[in-house]
């Protein structure tokens, strides 16, 4: 796996060299569902101000995790000094060392991350109606700044960089957390050293799930009683950043179809880059129901037809066999 130093056109210095970080707790197994790490908790006195920041977005591989970093506003001062930046200029040896100094300072320095799963990401694009990625976002973010507070962290302000428009995105999180004065602004990592924190945070730990990546599909290459083999390996864990522009993640998505099942649970089914593959060269899929009249009625839309639907097919608004 690669771990030049160089910068590539994702702004990435390269991926972590181990998955020793503590926001990855069981370092052997494979990342299958979405799931919160927090630090211990600071005992310092507040008020607290608080920065949110996230990684990977744009990768077609890998998690998309999201980051917070907190102190005590009276510590400020201090954490101007420590280093902290948009974690993109940093080198990955700079942002290991960096979380290791935010992870030290537990009286004073508080940190969490909301891992999102591949495969739960693609999960909620693809639902009947999609879950689409800011929504997905939003969530992580007034989750992670919920359970900060149920920690018994007193916030009084919050810096997040920008998703989308600023002030719809402000709006939504005060009506989530009155009495909370929130800033919502692009390039909050360069501006506020509190969001360059957290931006760190989410980003060692995504390059060290990308880095160490599991394949859970390889418990899957046990033969059966006939002899035969589920599914026979033909990915590399030469995966690259992830970021669909990296000549390694390219040949990555290029080599590792498998036309039948089509990618291990690294990648994200509901990007575009991944959908292109599988229509021009994954095995084409007939549904039962295609053409089949009762069974199309049985599972009609909400369009006056509602006495003939089934209760299941109802309470999942399913219109037909396929929305499956």
């Given at each position: 796996?690669?771990?030049?130093?160089?910068?590539?056109?994702?702004?990435?210095?390269?991926?972590?060299?181990?998955?020793?970080?503590?926001?990855?707790?069981?370092?052997?197994?494979?990342?299958?569902?979405?799931?919160?790490?927090?630090?211990?908790?600071?005992?310092?006195?507040?008020?607290?101000?608080?920065?949110?920041?996230?990684?990977?977005?744009?990768?077609?591989?890998?998690?998309?995790?999201?980051?917070?970093?907190?102190?005590?506003?009276?510590?400020?001062?201090?954490l101007n000094d420590l280093g902290?930046?948009?974690?993109?200029?940093l080198s990955s040896d700079t942002?290991?060392?960096?979380?290791?100094?935010?992870?030290?300072?537990?009286?004073?320095?508080?940190?969490?991350?909301?891992?999102?799963?591949?495969?739960?990401?693609?999960?909620?694009?693809?639902?009947?109606?999609?879950?689409?990625?800011?929504?997905?976002?939003?969530?992580?973010?007034?989750?992670?700044?919920?359970?900060?507070?149920?920690?018994?962290?007193?916030?009084?302000?919050?810096?997040?960089?920008?998703?989308?428009?600023?002030?719809?995105?402000?709006?939504?999180?005060?009506?989530?957390?009155?009495?909370?004065?929130?800033?919502?602004?692009?390039?909050?990592?360069?501006?506020?050293?509190?969001?360059?924190?957290?931006?760190?945070?989410?980003?060692?730990?995504?390059?060290?799930?990308?880095?160490?990546?599991?394949?859970?599909?390889?418990?899957?290459?046990?033969?059966?009683?006939?002899?035969?083999?589920?599914?026979?390996?033909?990915?590399?864990?030469?995966?690259?950043?992830?970021?669909?522009?990296?000549?390694?993640?390219?040949?990555?998505?290029?080599?590792?179809?498998?036309?039948?099942?089509?990618?291990?649970?690294?990648a994200r089914f509901s990007w575009?880059?991944?959908?292109?593959?599988?229509?021009?060269?994954?095995?084409?899929?007939?549904?039962?129901?295609?053409?089949?009249?009762?069974?199309?009625?049985?599972?009609?839309?909400?369009?006056?037809?509602?006495?003939?639907?089934?209760?299941?097919?109802?309470?999942?608004?399913?219109?037909?066999?396929?929305?499956?």
């Amino acid at each position: 796996m690669s771990q030049s130093s160089s910068l590539d056109e994702s702004g990435d210095n390269g991926p972590a060299k181990t998955r020793d970080v503590p926001s990855i707790v069981d370092k052997t197994a494979p990342l299958i569902s979405s799931y919160t790490y927090h630090s211990p908790t600071p005992i310092a006195p507040g008020p607290y101000i608080l920065g949110v920041d996230e990684a990977g977005r744009g990768p077609v591989l890998g998690p998309l995790v999201y980051g917070v970093a907190y102190c005590p506003a009276s510590y400020e001062e201090k954490l101007n000094d420590l280093g902290f930046a948009d974690s993109k200029t940093l080198s990955s040896d700079t942002r290991a060392s960096l979380l290791n100094t935010l992870s030290c300072d537990v009286a004073n320095l508080g940190w969490s991350v909301r891992v999102l799963s591949p495969r739960d990401i693609s999960s909620g694009m693809l639902r009947r109606p999609p879950v689409n990625l800011n929504k997905q976002s939003q969530d992580a973010t007034i989750l992670l700044i919920r359970e900060v507070l149920q920690r018994g962290i007193e916030l009084t302000e919050v810096y997040v960089d920008a998703l989308g428009a600023t002030g719809p995105y402000e709006k939504l999180l005060s009506s989530h957390f009155p009495g909370i004065s929130f800033t919502v602004t692009a390039k909050a990592d360069s501006k506020y050293k509190i969001v360059g924190a957290a931006s760190v945070a989410a980003k060692v730990t995504r390059d060290a799930w990308i880095e160490g990546w599991i394949f859970e599909e390889d418990a899957h290459e046990s033969s059966d009683a006939t002899g035969m083999q589920d599914v026979k390996r033909i990915w590399s864990e030469e995966v690259g950043s992830g970021y669909p522009s990296d000549p390694n993640t390219k040949t990555w998505v290029k080599n590792s179809l498998e036309r039948t099942f089509g990618y291990p649970s690294i990648a994200r089914f509901s990007w575009t880059t991944i959908k292109v593959v599988l229509d021009a060269s994954a095995h084409a899929v007939e549904w039962i129901d295609d053409g089949d009249a009762s069974l199309v009625k049985a599972f009609e839309n909400a369009t006056g037809h509602d006495k003939d639907r089934c209760v299941i097919s109802k309470d999942l608004s399913l219109s037909s066999v396929g929305t499956l």
